[in-house]
T-cell receptor, first 116, second 112 residues
Framework: GAGVSQSPRYKVAKRGQDVALRCDPI?????LFWYQQALGQGPEFLTY????????KSGLPSDRFFAERPEGSVSTLKIQRTQQEDSAVYLC??????????????FGPGTRLTVL | DQQVKQNSPSLSVQEGRISILNCDYT??????FLWYKKYPAEGPTFLIS?????DKNEDGRFTVFLNKSAKHLSLHIVPSQPGDSAVYFC???????????FGTGTRLTIIP
C-alpha cells in the first residue's frame, strides 16, 4: 500500500516568502506529526495532530510556523516570511492509532526547504 | 539541550562482524526507546524498540540493550550486512507523550 507522501520534495524560497508544505498520511491513520531536520541533526518535533485536532504545537519555533489538518487526513505546514534558519528537511509521519509512542510512526521522504 | 545523544557520528564495520551503536539520554522521564534507520533521500524507518520495563529486546539480527541506571542504550547488529549501511537514529519518548526526541544519528558503513 501507499506510504506517507510529501510534496513538494524540494522547495527553494527567497527570504521573506511564504511556503506551504503538504503531507498525505497513510489512509486511516489517526495521528500525524511534523518534524524539522536541520543538516547534520536528528529530526526535531514540531507539532502533533490526532485526527483534525492539533494536540501539541510545543515544537513550532515561532509564530511564523502554522500547521493544519482540517479534515483529519491531509496536513499542511505553512511557514510565513521564511528566514535562512528555516532551511531544513521537513518530515511528516503518521501512525495508525493514538495513545503513545508504541504506535509505529511511518515517515514520509521529507521536503527539503532551502531559503536563499 | 540535547536530551538524546549519539556521540559517534560515524562507524565502519567489516561485513559479518558485529556493529554496536550507542545512545545516551538525560531525561529520566523517558520510558520508551526506539531505533530508526535512514537511507539517503528517504524518511526514517522504524527498526526496533524497547520499553523501560525491559533491559533487552531482540528481533532477528538486531538487539537493543537498555541500561536505565546509566541512561544508556545500544543497538547490536550481528552479523552486519552491506544493506545495513545507513544513518541510525536513537529516539526516546515519555509516557503519555506522542512525540519522539531524536539523537543526531550515527552513520554506519559496512565494509564488504
Amino acid at each position: 500500500g501507499a506510504g506517507v507522501s510529501q510534496s513538494p520534495r524540494y522547495k527553494v524560497a527567497k527570504r521573506g516568502q511564504d511556503v506551504a508544505l503538504r503531507c498525505d498520511p497513510i489512509s486511516g491513520h489517526v495521528s500525524l506529526f511534523w518534524y524539522q531536520q536541520a543538516l547534520g541533526q536528528g529530526p526535531e518535533f514540531l507539532t502533533y495532530f490526532q485526527n483534525e485536532a492539533q494536540l501539541d504545537k510545543s515544537g513550532l519555533p515561532s509564530d511564523r510556523f502554522f500547521a493544519e489538518r482540517p479534515e483529519g487526513s491531509v496536513s499542511t505546514l505553512k511557514i510565513q516570511r521564511t528566514q535562512q534558519e528555516d532551511s531544513a528537511v521537513y518530515l511528516c509521519a503518521s501512525s495508525l492509532l493514538a495513545g503513545g509512542p508504541y504506535n509505529e510512526q511511518f515517515f514520509g521522504p521529507g521536503t527539503r526547504l532551502t531559503v536563499l | 539541550d540535547q536530551q538524546v545523544k549519539q556521540n559517534s557520528p560515524s562507524l565502519s564495520v567489516q561485513e559479518g562482524r558485529i556493529s554496536i551503536l550507542n545512545c545516551d539520554y538525560t531525561n529520566s522521564m523517558f520510558d520508551y526507546f526506539l531505533w530508526y534507520k535512514k537511507y539517503p533521500a528517504e524518511g526514517p524507518t522504524f527498526l526496533i524498540s524497547i520499553s523501560s520495563i525491559k533491559d533487552k529486546n531482540e528481533d532477528g539480527r538486531f538487539t537493543v540493550f537498555l541500561n536505565k541506571s546509566a541512561k544508556h542504550l545500544s543497538l547490536h547488529i550481528v552479523p552486519s550486512q552491506p544493506g545495513d549501511s545507513a544513518v541510525y537514529f536513537c529516539a526516546a519518548s515519555a509516557s503519555g507523550n506522542e512525540k519522539l526526541t531524536f539523537g543526531t544519528g550515527t552513520r554506519l558503513t559496512i565494509i564488504p
